[in-house]
């Protein structure tokens, strides 16, 4: 039986994926290579990582 993540968690990651992109990655994802190239996004422009965290948390169904 798939376990579903609430939908208050997602909103508090969309908030922690303002401040902190990869912190939000990490915990939606673990330390796979989304986590790594969210880091690179991030180190490349602030804007980039936050869209990818953003994708990362609407697409995945808990992964975590």
Same mark, same amino acid.
Request: one cysteine or more; hydrophobic letters at 55%.
């Given at each position: 039986? +798939? =376990? =579903?993540?609430?939908? =208050? &968690? *997602?909103? #508090?990651?969309?908030?922690? !994926?303002? %401040?902190? +992109? +990869?912190? /939000?990655?990490?915990?939606? &994802?673990? $330390?796979? !290579? *989304?986590?790594?190239?969210?880091? $690179?996004? =991030?180190?490349?422009?602030? #804007? +980039?990582? %936050?869209?990818? /965290?953003?994708?990362? #948390?609407? &697409? ?5």
């Amino acid at each position: 039986m +798939p =376990t =579903t993540v609430s939908p =208050t &968690r *997602d909103v #508090i990651l969309y908030f922690v !994926a303002l %401040v902190l +992109p +990869p912190v /939000a990655v990490f915990f939606k &994802r673990g $330390c796979a !290579a *989304d986590f790594w190239i969210n880091i $690179c996004l =991030t180190i490349l422009g602030w #804007i +980039p990582g %936050v869209l990818h /965290a953003w994708y990362l #948390i609407s &697409r995945s169904e808990g992964a975590m």
